[in-house]
Nanobody, 123 residues
Framework: QVQLVESGGGLVQAGDSLRLSCAAS????????MAWFRQAPGKNREFVAA????????YYTNSVKGRFTISRDNAKNIIYLQMNSLKPEDTAVYYC????????????????WGQGTQVTVSS
């Protein structure tokens, strides 16, 4: 089993930056696609970004392209999400997920989930 623990969330102002971390334990996640999703109050869980097992390929939802960067350190079993130029609409609970998805943007394709970390962006 894989346990995922997110950290790095907080309250920031629009235009600020945050870096989220997702620490994996239990077993290595180096062979898994890893992703970040987010969920705002009253909304469905939304795909943010994903990274292939090697780190060679990344995917982003359109609204974060050019502002967010997903990366991974397989030696440390950690996945990162660097978030720049944050906007109020980025406010959500951010979740880390891992698995071998057929489609990287679908939550149901992932086997492992963290508990989430709150990101709040004030205007």
């Amino acid at each position: 089993q894989v346990q995922l623990v997110e950290s790095g969330g907080g309250l920031v102002q629009a235009g600020d930056s945050l870096r989220l971390s997702c620490a994996a334990s239990g077993r290595t996640v180096s062979s898994y696609t890893m992703a970040w999703f987010r969920q705002a109050p009253g909304k469905n869980r939304e795909f943010v970004a994903a990274i292939s097992w090697s780190g060679a390929t990344t995917y982003y939802t359109n609204s974060v392209k050019g502002r967010f960067t997903i990366s991974r350190d397989n030696a440390k079993n950690i996945i990162y999400l660097q978030m720049n130029s944050l906007k109020p609409e980025d406010t959500a609970v951010y979740y880390c997920a891992g698995g071998r998805p057929s489609r990287s943007d679908l939550p149901r394709e992932y086997d492992y989930w963290g508990q989430g970390t709150q990101v709040t962006v004030s205007s």
